[in-house]
Antibody
Framework: VQLVESGGDLVQPGGSLRLSCAASGFTFSSSWMTWVRQAPGKGLEWVANINQDGSEKYFADSVKGRFTISRDNAKNSLYLQMNSLRAEDTAVYYC?????????????????WGQGTRVTVSS | DIQMTQSPSTLSASVGDRVTITCRASQSISTWLAWYQQKPGKAPKLLIYKASSLEGGVPSRFSGSGSGTEFTLTISSLQPDDFATYYCHQYNSYSRTFGQGTKVGIK
């Protein structure tokens, strides 16, 4: 299993950025996928997740209305479109795969993580 | 959202020590709890899921227990590779949340 994020950059407040995650080594179209972020020196925060065919999407309140999550199963890729960026969105963003077994009825743990891509929002 | 509180926030221990980290949920999460290990500059790594199930490839010195609102991660004999930050994570609800982390350092 490999998850490789890209697209992180320095962006001004109010700007936009699109993160990508290239997945390999597993059947991408069978997996829920999630973005998790970690601000500098801080803990982990769930950002958004998407089901196998993209028909279900969930967002943290902190990003709702500003971020969108999508996927392209033909390209084995996950995306995070981030608009109206704020300083508090500065973080390393991780692409993760949801676990396959012993999940609750609503969500799951993360069994594989990418190496992360850094987003800095600053003027 | 369900709040997750870990204790302690930091601890110092020696190689060979038994280490226990506690995680408390603000409401019952049954056994929908995972533990991760994170080393500086690296992505977190899954250790335990469903409160007590050991992820494949994780050394057996790691164990998890608990249900409802109180959980523990135990390292039976701390090894040099175990010095890291540990996070608990609840997945009982759509809005998944993490504990603030416990940094395990060298005494």
């Amino acid at each position: 299993v490999q998850l490789v994020e890209s697209g992180g950059d320095l962006v001004q407040p109010g700007g936009s950025l699109r993160l990508s995650c290239a997945a390999s080594g597993f059947t991408f179209s069978s997996s829920w996928m999630t973005w998790v972020r970690q601000a500098p020196g801080k803990g982990l925060e769930w950002v958004a997740n998407i089901n196998q065919d993209g028909s279900e999407k969930y967002f943290a309140d902190s990003v709702k209305g500003r971020f969108t999550i999508s996927r392209d199963n033909a390209k084995n890729s996950l995306y995070l479109q981030m608009n109206s960026l704020r300083a508090e969105d500065t973080a390393v963003y991780y692409c993760t795969r949801d676990g396959r077994r012993d999940c609750s009825s609503t969500s799951c743990y993360f069994d594989f993580w990418g190496q992360g891509t850094r987003v800095t929002v600053s003027s | 959202d369900i709040q997750m509180t870990q204790s302690p926030s930091t601890l110092s221990a020696s190689v060979g020590d038994r280490v226990t980290i506690t995680c408390r949920a603000s409401q019952s999460i049954s056994t929908w709890l995972a533990w991760y290990q994170q080393k500086p500059g690296k992505a977190p790594k899954l250790l335990i899921y469903k409160a007590s199930s050991l992820e494949g490839g994780v050394p057996s010195r790691f164990s998890g227990s608990g249900s409802g609102t109180e959980f523990t991660l135990t390292i039976s004999s701390l090894q040099p590779d175990d010095f890291a930050t540990y996070y608990c994570h609840q997945y009982n609800s759509y809005s998944r949340t993490f504990g603030q982390g416990t940094k395990v350092g060298i005494k």
